[in-house]
T-cell receptor, first 113, second 115 residues
């Protein structure tokens, strides 16, 4: 069965520190895409970063980078120099070659001043 | 370029009433998706539509729920005879093509409360 797992329900991180949010997945499909979304308390889903399974390099978008380890089936999100505004729920999602995104259960990140 | 527009943002319905949620995709996007988020959970896929066609409704409850994306106008998610368990956030998303590098953008969500 294809599934996606976020094992950290909550994290507390000091402001300006880097933070890694874990995401692992299970699939036998060689072609898939990985997404990370941020959901602040206001509720909207904000796209952060995308990684294709055949991409040679890890994706980066500003302070966000994706530590993609294909053999281990993990796609951890790294946020550098965390800010108070980074406090939110973070969801990992995967597209297994069809039109659906399958979401993890999320990690609630709290940045401490 | 406006993003995915959903309305209403918040909707309160009594048990047994109907709820209609609207979604206008981003300009140039012809693919629309609906997801549901129950409290403290991730989003769950409901339905995927293209103009005038339902492509995949495998996540839709068999009864009371329907979706459409007409040739003109927004996509509509309709919930008939709502029950308390329908209380959730309903997110619409759109993409210009198949999900992948084209990526998929979400609206701000519609929060349905059934009292």
């Amino acid at each position: 069965a294809q599934k996606i797992t976020q094992t950290q329900p909550g994290m507390f991180v000091q402001e300006k520190e880097a933070v890694t949010l874990d995401c692992t997945y299970d699939t036998s499909d060689p072609s898939y895409g990985l997404f990370w979304y941020k959901q602040p308390s206001s509720g909207e889903m904000i796209f952060l970063i995308y990684q294709g399974s055949y991409d040679q390099q890890n994706a980066t978008e500003g302070r966000y980078s994706l530590n993609f380890q294909k053999a281990r089936k993990s796609a951890n999100l790294v946020i550098s120099a965390s800010q108070l505004g980074d406090s939110a729920m973070y969801f990992c999602a995967i597209n297994f070659g069809n039109e659906k995104l399958t979401f993890g259960t999320g990690t609630r990140l709290t940045i401490i001043p | 370029n406006a993003g995915v527009m959903q309305n209403p943002r918040h909707l309160v319905r009594r048990r047994g009433q109907e709820a209609r949620l609207r979604c206008s995709p981003m300009k140039g996007h012809s693919h629309v998706y609906w997801y549901r988020q129950l409290p403290e959970e991730g989003l769950k896929f409901m339905v995927y539509l293209q103009k005038e066609n339902i492509i995949d409704e495998s996540g839709m409850p068999k009864e009371r729920f329907s979706a459409e994306f007409p040739k003109e106008g927004p996509s509509i998610l309709r919930i008939q005879q709502v029950v308390r368990g329908d209380s959730a956030a309903y997110f619409c998303a759109s993409s210009p093509g198949t999900v992948g590098r084209n990526t998929i953008y979400f609206g701000e969500g519609s929060w349905l409360t059934v009292v």
